[in-house]
């Protein structure tokens, strides 16, 4: 059974920082693309970020050099580092990865940028 859970989530102002965790188990973790999406109130899901197995990572255009995607293997863990965040930042956000064509999704943990 394959489980992602987020940890890490909470109020920030803005300009500042926060580290997303996402704990995985029930797969190979080390062959597996990781993504992190969020969703914001009343907007579509997006992707944030992806790394892939080999630790090649891309971001979405609104990341701009603010956020970095990385994983720790032996852990079957994967972090988002968030800095310079922004009100529109807000959003829940979520891990994600597929296994044999299935998605997988966290529960998500919210992030709110505000003052």
């Known amino acids: 059974q394959v489980r992602l859970v987020e940890s890490g989530g909470g109020l920030v102002q803005p300009g500042g920082s926060l580290r997303l965790s996402c704990a995985a188990s029930?797969?190979?973790?080390?062959?597996?693309?990781m993504d992190w999406y969020r969703q914001a109130a009343g907007k579509e899901r997006e992707l944030v970020a992806t790394?892939?197995?080999?630790?090649?990572?891309s971001y979405g255009d609104f990341v701009k050099g603010r956020f970095t995607i990385s994983r720790n293997n032996p852990w079957n863990r994967v972090f988002l580092q968030m800095n310079s965040l922004k009100p529109e930042d807000t959003a829940i956000y979520y891990c994600?990865?597929?296994?044999?064509?299935?998605?997988?999704w966290g529960q998500g943990t919210q992030v709110t940028v505000s003052s």
């Open positions: 029930g797969i190979n973790f080390k062959i597996h693309t």
């Open positions: 790394i892939n197995s080999s630790g090649s990572s």
């Open positions: 994600h990865t597929t296994r044999q064509s299935i998605s997988y």
